[in-house]
């Protein structure tokens, strides 16, 4: 893996001073590539069964680049092969999850602002965004009913709770209403927790975030459920923060954050079961459990 030829694709000429692997996940090795009189970059490089993602992630930063600009790295360079890999700028910042900002809520008036940056990007439709609208659909009821119905015969052949299974989709019947409230698809990111928020921490000023890989066309009230689901946990200031800074919400925020905070507990306890990470798995079925008694 020649990590210097690499960059050489994208900054030619650069001289390395050091390389040091972050924080990836199963799908990718990502590095940040340090350059003598130069701005770091990241390069990322794809599992050959992953590869794929590396077109989603150009086309999702192009579209944030125009509406948000240094808020998101810049694509330098992207080539598929064997390996695929990408180069990017480097934001600044350091991971909120990994700071403790004495002012949560400021913190989170400045997630809200984003998202609410984010969700001015229309998409065509409603459905899992590569670059285009996968399998898409024309209403937010239709999308979502194939979702939760998707991932409720997953926890069902992952020998999930038959009975945690049967109460969660009665609780998706009951509040069905509600998805055919949202009118119009926009991008959204589908991921924004504080692990891929990156943040100054000397001004606490939000710097950007990262990973596009999640992204999907869809009611912009998802992306709050989740940050609320992955993130929040119960905080007031934190949810409050985020409320204020995203501004004007529909009257039905709250039971529709509720039906989507449901759905991305099952698409992660899924996501779990299916890698054998057993030691959530209870924690997650709990959560469920509240919002469905």
Request: no cysteine; charged share 30%.
């Given at each position: 893996m020649d990590i210097a030829a690499m960059v050489d694709k994208a900054c030619p000429g650069s001289s390395i001073e050091e390389v040091v692997e972050r924080s990836g996940g199963r799908l990718s090795k990502v590095f940040e590539v340090r350059r003598n009189a130069a701005e770091p970059v990241i390069v990322k490089i794809y599992e050959p069964e992953w590869a794929w993602k590396q077109a989603k992630e150009v086309h999702v930063y192009g579209l944030l680049q125009e509406h948000l600009g240094d808020s998101v790295p810049r694509v330098l360079h992207a080539e598929p092969g064997d390996p695929a890999f990408t180069v990017l700028t480097k934001l600044d910042g350091v991971p909120l999850s990994e700071a403790e900002p004495p002012d949560w809520k400021s913190v989170y008036v400045q997630l809200g602002e984003l998202l609410q940056r984010i969700h001015r990007i229309p998409q065509p439709a409603y459905g899992y965004l590569t670059d285009e609208v996968l399998e898409p659909l024309?209403?937010?009821?239709?999308?979502?009913?194939?979702q939760f119905t998707k991932k409720l015969n997953?926890?069902?052949?992952l020998d999930g709770d038959p009975r945690l299974s049967e109460s969660i989709g009665q609780y998706?019947?009951?509040?069905a209403e509600l998805l055919g409230n949202a009118t119009q698809p926009v991008l959204c990111h589908n991921d924004f927790h504080e692990g891929n928020v990156l943040v100054d921490p000397v001004t606490w000023q939000v710097q950007g975030f990262i990973d596009v890989e999640n992204a999907?066309?869809?009611?912009?009230l998802m992306d709050l459920a989740k940050t609320e689901c992955y993130s929040i946990w119960g905080n007031a200031d934190k949810l409050a923060g985020l409320v204020e800074g995203y501004g004007a919400l529909p009257t039905d925020w709250r039971p529709r954050t509720t039906l989507y905070r449901l759905y991305h507990s099952l698409e992660l306890w899924d996501w779990f079961k299916s890698i054998g990470t057993v030691d959530p798995l209870e924690s997650i079925a709990g959560d469920m459990a509240k919002i469905v008694s």
């Open positions: 024309p209403t937010n009821d239709a999308y979502m009913r194939r997953e926890f069902d052949q998706v019947e009951q509040h999907i066309a869809a009611d912009p």
